[in-house]
């Protein structure tokens, strides 16, 4: 008979938006690790969030067997501990403080020189997190620091990773807990291509030393140590696989999509566009914190009109690269930056600059505040803020809609952004890109946390906007396979290097 190492028997789950779960039963047994797949807004976070034991359960039981198994093990409990110390998860968004831990970090934080010294760095963040007690830690500092190829960054500021390195981090963070039940949500996004090979590496390790691993993620991308699948819709486990018996196609959406080309077209038409001889020229841009060299010599012309993929491997410089276009960086006055036909410095203010274009990003999600409507969050686009912090237009607050519409997220328009899947938060944060048809469109890692409808139907949209406009595109991501056909340029970064 199976030794179980977590159960739920016909829960009910709440949170302070409603019902989550409903007769709920889920069990995971030792030497079991599970991918957990399903469209967006499937209850694939939720249920991660379940087993950690942040949700209410009000019906029904849970067992965390692996916690009556360290109790036999440890009899008397001196350190009182609870079942929460051997449960690590790794969310999509981090919770990281500054360095007095009075606060949280800031969107444009990492880019002002003073600011971004207000945070620890990599190995004194890791020095903070205390294993429970065990006469022997398999994940010692040491080993995670080769493992997760954190060694060169252990003195950075948290503030400075790029998105992949805070990724590898956050892994990094909750192995350090060396703990009995591992909990990650979409944990290969934002990793480039060499550190999502080696993370299937990385994941037989940690299930051979024990940890038992329920992850999210996508269906064309579940590592080889996992052993089972289970597949979630509307709040509900509505099948299970074992790894042998699943193929991605059984839960991938077939329907066609379909683009309102009349409804873009309309959109796109709304006022008329200012033509720009040069959209952005840089030359011999350089970049540098204190001795660390991000940029090196950068040159680049992009021209009205033109679709670039802006490649390379995590940490390559690309977010550093693209904050000087969209005028969150300072160091773009000390370079040759040309933006728009004006260089930069020569009396343009950033938000001359942030109007003609239209920016998503990792970190924008990361940081951008989440209590605000969807519909106002899109609005906000209008005006460059983080939020709308004026009373809404009706003639913009409709046209919001309609790209909600455009998007297939216009049934979130008056949920608050935070109450929404993160697919979703994203979609919204590129609505409010979209909504005032900037001449330059900057999309970073756009696809992340989507489920492959959402994925394809956002390719196709930028396709269709490229094929229906002038508009310029800059298009970053990890995965060749969301590259729209529009896009026909590439630059890529190696070290801080064009090549």
């Known amino acids: 008979m199976a030794s179980p190492v977590f159960s739920a028997w016909q829960i009910t789950v709440r949170s ?5 779960f409903n007769n709920l039963t889920f069990t995971i047994n030792k030497d079991e690790n599970w991918a957990l797949v399903g469209e967006s807004g499937s209850g694939k976070s939720a249920l991660l969030q379940t087993i ?12 965390y067997h692996f916690f009556e198994d360290y109790l036999q093990q440890h009899p008397g409990n001196p350190e009182h501990l609870t079942h929460h110390k051997l449960v690590a998860i790794v969310e999509a968004k981090h919770h990281f403080k500054n360095l007095s831990n009075t606060g949280d970090f800031y969107y444009q934080q990492r880019y002002n020189s003073m600011d971004s010294e ?12 205390k294993p429970a007690p065990q006469p022997n830690l398999y994940w010692h500092f040491d080993k995670i620091i080769a493992t997760l190829k954190l060694d060169g960054l252990s003195h950075k500021q948290l503030i400075k990773l790029s998105n992949g390195e805070t990724k590898r981090l956050r892994i990094a963070a909750a192995l350090l807990k060396n703990p009995a039940l591992l909990l990650m949500d979409s944990p290969l996004t934002g990793l480039d291509v060499q550190t999502r090979q080696e993370f299937n590496n990385i994941i037989k390790e940690i299930t051979a030393s024990g940890i038992s691993i329920v992850m999210a993620t996508s269906p064309y991308e579940i590592p080889d140590a996992i052993t089972n699948i289970a597949e979630l819709k509307n709040g509900a486990i509505i099948d299970t696989y074992s790894k042998a018996d699943f193929k991605p196609e059984l839960v991938s959406p077939k329907a066609d999509d379909v683009i309102d080309k009349n ?26 914190y204190s001795h660390n060299v991000i940029l090196d010599d950068i040159d680049w012309q992009v021209n009205p009109g033109d679709r670039w993929a802006l490649l390379g491997h995590n940490g390559a410089g690309k977010s550093t690269l693209l904050s000087l276009i969209n005028g969150d960086n300072p160091q773009a006055y000390s370079n040759n930056i040309i933006l728009f036909d004006k260089k930069r410095g020569t009396g343009e203010s950033i938000w001359d600059i942030k109007k003609k274009i239209g920016f998503v990003s990792p970190e924008l999600h990361q940081y951008f505040p989440t209590d605000n409507s969807c519909l106002q969050v899109i609005e906000s686009g209008y005006y460059d803020t983080l939020g709308l912090f004026r009373p809404s237009s009706k003639e913009k607050a409709e046209i919001a809609l309609r790209w909600m519409k455009a998007l297939e997220i216009d049934k979130y328009a008056h949920v ?7 697919s979703a938060q994203r979609l919204c944060l590129l609505a409010r ?3 005032k048809n900037p001449p330059l469109l900057i999309f970073d890692e756009p696809c992340q946390g989507m489920d492959t409808h959402q994925q ?8 269709t906007i490229c094929s229906l406009s002038k508009v310029t595109l800059i298009y970053v991501t990890h995965y060749q396979h969301e590259i729209p056909e529009s896009v026909d340029k590439v630059l890529k970064l190696e070290k801080g290097k064009s090549s």
Do not use: C, W
């Open 263 to 288: 409804e873009l077209r309309s959109l796109l038409n709304d006022h008329d566009a200012v033509e720009y001889h040069q959209i952005i020229s840089m030359s011999k841009v350089h970049v540098k």
């Open 52 to 63: 950690a034991g942040n949700f209410n359960v009000t019906g029904g039981e849970v067992r």
């Open 456 to 463: 394809q139907h956002f390719k196709n949209l930028v396709d």
């Open 416 to 422: 608050l952004l935070k109450n929404i899947p993160a």
């Open 16 to 20: 302070v938006n409603g019902l989550l």
């Open 118 to 129: 207000d945070a620890l760095t990599v190995a004194e963040y890791l020095h903070t997190i």
């Open 433 to 435: 890109a979209l909504i």
